[in-house]
T-cell receptor, first 112, second 111 residues
Framework: DAGVTQSPTHLIKTRGQQVTLRCSPK?????VSWYQQALGQGPQFIFQ???????QRGNFPDRFSGHQFPNYSSELNVNALLLGDSALYLC???????????FGPGTRLTVT | DAKTTQPPSMDCAEGRAANLPCNHS???????VYWYRQIHSQGPQYIIH???NNETNEMASLIITEDRKSSTLILPHATLRDTAVYYC????????????FGAGTRLTVKP
């Protein structure tokens, strides 16, 4: 039973560029959430996708957007990258948005 | 902001029980207490959760005080692989998005 997978593992981008991160949920899960984790801090909720729509959003600017596909996989897009966007981006999946979330290994984004 | 308060760090001897405290004095009746841990450079791993009764699973035990204002996560026989940051989180029963991670407790298990 595959767990949550994310790609790429690491990524280096330049300030002002755009980036797309990908996530495949755990088998049987239909809901995907994205988190940003800065160094030394806990994860911060970005948004959640269910039935291909954004269901809830944390305190992040519109530069952060996402998408969910019919197979429940998801993408996180960040436009106009800032140095402060450097972080570990985590994807978590669950069923229905009520049960506990299972996290992927994350994508380490470095903005230079 | 996180709704919980945890000590920043703790040490534990290998083979001994690790008791990690958490204060959540503003918890409401429709909020769970959840525990996750994060081993270096990995995603957080779900450990256990509870509402008001004590809970036990293959990983740990969760003891919640009667007034629900604090809890303790117990790892009965800590191993070196239990070295991680442990997060105590309070979240609404019907919304698993409202999980406000604090800085957690960095547990170091020593041989």
């Amino acid at each position: 039973d595959a767990g949550v997978t994310q790609s790429p593992t690491h990524l280096i981008k330049t300030r002002g560029q755009q980036v797309t991160l990908r996530c495949s949920p755990k088998s049987g899960h239909d809901t995907v959430s994205w988190y940003q984790q800065a160094l030394g801090q806990g994860p911060q909720f970005i948004f959640q996708y269910y039935e291909e729509e954004e269901r809830q959003r944390g305190n992040f600017p519109d530069r952060f957007s996402g998408h969910q596909f019919p197979n429940y996989s998801s993408e996180l897009n960040v436009n106009a990258l800032l140095l402060g966007d450097s972080a570990l981006y985590l994807c978590a999946s669950t069923t229905g948005g009520i049960d506990e979330q299972y996290f992927g290994p994350g994508t380490r984004l470095t903005v230079t | 902001d996180a709704k919980t308060t945890q000590p920043p760090s703790m040490d534990c001897a290998e083979g001994r029980a690790a008791n990690l405290p958490c204060n959540h004095s503003t918890i409401s009746g429709n909020e769970y207490v959840y525990w996750y841990r994060q081993i270096h450079s990995q995603g957080p791993q779900y450990i256990i959760h509870g509402l008001k009764n004590n809970e036990t699973n293959e990983m740990a035990s969760l003891i919640i005080t009667e007034d629900r204002k604090s809890s303790t996560l117990i790892l009965p026989h800590a191993t070196l692989r239990d070295t991680a940051v442990y997060y105590c989180i309070v979240r609404p029963i019907y919304n698993n998005n409202d999980m406000r991670f604090g800085a957690g407790t960095r547990l170091t298990v020593k041989p």
